[in-house]
């Protein structure tokens, strides 16, 4: 290739396409590539629990606990007046030798604060087995 150096060079259109700014767009980024891939793909190795599905024993000895939407509490279908007397009858089971477990059923629409009211009415009783009662997904869906 040949150039032309001073005042008689000519006075046509240069054609040709630069490609040093691409060159060095294209080098920069396989850097980056290049040290960012091992970091996504060395990740730090943790033992993730695995999903178990255990269906609920029923058992006489276990206490069902119900929240509707309202927030009322119901002890195996029998309405619970307060928090206060849910902690007191959650006392007397509590003392047994085998403790009872508390099952929990929750209405969609209740409110979290409902829940955690008789969670924690269980945790001030000294309960020591609480479960979430739940319904199983729809089969193929």
């Avoid at 609920?56 to 309405?79: A, F, H």
Wanted: hydrophobic share 40%; aromatic share 4%; glycine share 8%.
């Amino acid at each position: 290739m040949a150039m032309s150096v001073g005042p008689g060079s000519g006075d046509g259109v240069v054609s040709e396409i630069n490609t040093t700014p691409l060159v060095d767009v294209m080098l920069v980024l396989l850097i980056i590539f290049l040290i960012t891939i091992p970091v996504a793909i060395n990740s730090i190795k943790v033992n993730l629990p695995k999903q178990a599905n255990q269906p609920r024993q029923s058992k006489l000895d276990n206490i069902t606990l119900s929240v509707n939407k309202d927030g009322d509490i119901y002890w195996n279908e029998m309405y619970v007046a307060s928090v206060d007397a849910l902690v007191d009858r959650l006392k007397k089971e509590s003392v047994r030798t085998t403790q009872p477990e508390v099952h929990i059923r929750g209405d969609g629409k209740s409110r979290y604060e409902s829940v955690g009211k008789i969670i924690y009415a269980c945790q001030r009783a000294g309960i020591a087995k609480i479960a979430f009662v739940t319904e199983p997904p729809a089969r193929g869906g």
